[in-house]
Structures are given as C-alpha cells and as structure tokens.
C-alpha cells in the first residue's frame, strides 16, 4: 500500500469519526446549523471512499485498452465530490426552511459546540495532511478532498459563531438561517470542486510555471537540434504527457537525432517525476522559425 492509498485510508477512518462527533452535537443540542454541519461530514466520509477507489484505479498500470493509463480516474473521482457536495447543500437548505418556518430553542448547546470543536479541530489537521500531501504527491483527488474538508472546516467555525450567537442572543431563528447560509457557501465549494477538475477531463495544458521550465529544458538540451515546435501539454493525475516536433540538419544520423531525443526526455524526466514523452523528429526544411529556439 503505497502513501497516497494510505492517506485516502486515513480519510476515511477520519471522515467517520469527525462524522460520529458532529452527529453526537446535534442529537444533543437539536440545532439545525450543527445538523448542516453533520450532512457535510457524511459527504465528506462519501466523497474519501470514492477518492480511494479512484486513486487504486488510477494507480493500474496501462493496458490495451487503456495504453495511456487510468489516471483520469481522479478527475472522475473529484467532478463525483463536487456533485455530492452541491446534494448535501440541497438537503441542508430543506432543513433550513423547515428551521425558519418552526424555529425551535437549542437544548444543551454549550455541551454540543464543544463537541463540535472537537470534531472540527481533527478536520482541520486532517485537511493540512491532504492539501501538502496531495500537492506533493500529485493527487487530484487528495487535492479535492482536501479542498473540500477546508470548507467544511470555515463552515463549522461559521456554524460554532452563529450557534453562539443564537444563544447569546435568544433568537431561535439565526440557527436556521444560519444553516442556510452554510448551504450556499458549501455550495460554492461544490462548483469550484468540479470545475477544477473538469479542466484535467478536458486534457487542460500545464500551469504557466511549469510550461516554462518544459520549454527552458527543452532549448537546454536540445543541442545538436535546429528547434523545437508544435510543443502540446496535457495533465492526467500525476501523470504529465508533452509531445512536440524537434527539428535537426538533415545530415543527422539516426543515432544522433535519436541521442539528442534521449537527452532531452531523461531531462525533462528528472524535472517532471512523472512524464510521458513524446517527440517526432524532422528534417531542417521542417521548421517553422518559431515555438522553442535551441540555445
């Protein structure tokens, strides 16, 4: 079991736990806004599992019917979070209304936020894991779950304040109203979630940083070459895939043009853990004066 299925294991057992103590408070206090919060945390148990088998999926190795692999898997897995995201803000906005059309008073509401507390603290560390992990470890969907749980986590602290409030205040509506607005926010959440990843979906090129690197190491190692064009990007998980045209002097031997090609993707390899390359090699009438000029 490699780290990135342990980290989704963790989610999991995380995401049960966190969801058990949400659920507690709100059986202890009946509030509606800790109920919202309670919803969100069983997506969040929902969403880790189909991250973990999202990411054993994407980890197969290529096949023939898969000879670029599985690694939009994750994608699939995080545009699959923003949608259950988007229902759980549905559900909650129904209790909601029902909350502002019969407002109740909170029973033990001191013991239920502290709960809540608890639960939101291991959500909070628990999302630093996934954010610097999924990052690292180019995980889409560690990246999604993470994001997802950040919101969670601002939800609850908002939830805890309104809660609070309500209390303080004696007015049994902002609980309600409250949950309503957490709904809107987590469903913000679930749009940016899948928006995200529909750009991997859609074989969106690298971010601009890494785009430039590709094209310096490329115009770095390419000696021996006249140039480099028609350079495409595209990301799938960890996995990113460049393909271009490298231009040589039609004198060049196939040993050379093939040295030079070589060179260059044991480069852009070191630099990009995991790269699938490919490159079509043409003669100098070939080029087209532009894309990357080999220094």
């Known amino acids: 079991m490699n780290r990135t299925v342990k980290i989704a294991v963790g989610s999991i057992v995380v995401g049960i736990v966190v969801l058990g103590l949400k659920t507690l408070a709100w059986r202890v206090t009946g509030s509606v806004a800790l109920l919202s919060d309670a919803l969100e945390s069983t997506v969040n148990v929902a969403t880790a599992l189909a991250a973990l088998i999202a990411i054993r999926i994407a980890q197969r190795p290529a096949d023939q019917g898969h000879p670029y692999g599985h690694h939009k898997a994750e994608f699939l897995s995080a545009v699959l979070e923003g949608v259950m995201i988007i229902v759980a803000a549905l559900l909650i906005l129904e209790e909601a209304f029902r909350g502002i059309m019969e407002p109740q008073a909170l029973d033990a509401p001191v013991e239920g936020l502290l709960i809540n507390v608890a639960a939101s603290t291991i959500n909070a560390g628990w999302c ?41 205040t004696g007015h049994a509506i902002l609980d309600p109203i409250l949950a309503a607005a957490v709904a809107v926010n ?64 039609g004198e060049t031997s196939v040993s050379e043009a093939h040295a030079i090609c070589d060179r260059i993707e044991a480069a852009l390899k070191r630099r990009l853990d995991d790269a699938q390359i490919t490159i079509h090699v043409e003669p100098e009438h070939k080029a087209k004066h532009s894309g990357v000029l080999v220094l």
């Open 186 to 249: 987590i469903l913000w959440s679930g749009w940016k979630v899948m928006t995200a990843s529909l750009g991997g979906l859609m074989d969106q090129a690298v971010p601009d940083d890494t785009l430039h690197a590709i094209r310096s190491t490329i115009s770095d190692q390419a000696h021996g070459a006249i140039e480099a064009h028609d350079l495409r990007t595209r990301h799938a998980g960890s996995m990113t895939f460049i393909d271009f045209h490298l231009v040589v002097d």
């Open 128 to 168: 630093w894991v996934l954010l610097n992990q999924g990052r690292r470890l180019k995980s889409p969907a560690l990246v999604a779950d993470g994001r997802h749980l950040l919101s969670d986590v601002v939800t609850s602290i908002g939830v805890i304040g309104g809660v609070l409030l309500a209390i303080v």
